[in-house]
Nanobody
Framework: QVQLVESGGGSVQAEGSLRLSCAVS????????MGWFRQAPGKEREGVAR???????IYADSVKGRFTVSNDNAKNTLYLQMNSLKPEDTAMYYC????????????WGQGTQVTVSS
């Protein structure tokens, strides 16, 4: 069973930074394509950043230039470095995994809360 566990969320002031981690177990990490999503209260879940099977990093327009997604295959861990945080980045952040030949993310973590105050 694939399990994803996020950590690293917290409360910061605007322009601050946080690094989220997503530890993956129960799977061959290299077989999965990973992504970060977020959901703010009253809003739909949105994609934040993902890594394609070719290793490309794709970002939502709202986070380009501020967020960086990365992998550590040796640690089976996905990261999201978030800099220059804004109050509108406040949300529950989730990591997700899909087999790289699939378009559907089948596995999700429990989420980690990020709160940015002005």
């Amino acid at each position: 069973q694939v399990q994803l566990v996020e950590s690293g969320g917290g409360s910061v002031q605007a322009e601050g930074s946080l690094r989220l981690s997503c530890a993956v177990s129960g799977a061959t990490y290299s077989s999965y394509c990973m992504g970060w999503f977020r959901q703010a209260p009253g809003k739909e879940r949105e994609g934040v950043a993902r890594i394609t099977s070719a290793g490309r990093r794709i970002y939502a327009d709202s986070v380009k230039g501020r967020f960086t997604v990365s992998n550590d295959n040796a640690k089976n861990t996905l990261y999201l470095q978030m800099n220059s945080l804004k109050p509108e980045d406040t949300a529950m952040y989730y990591c997700a995994a899909r087999l790289c030949g699939s378009v559907t993310y089948n596995y999700w973590g429990q989420g980690t809360q990020v709160t940015v105050s002005s």
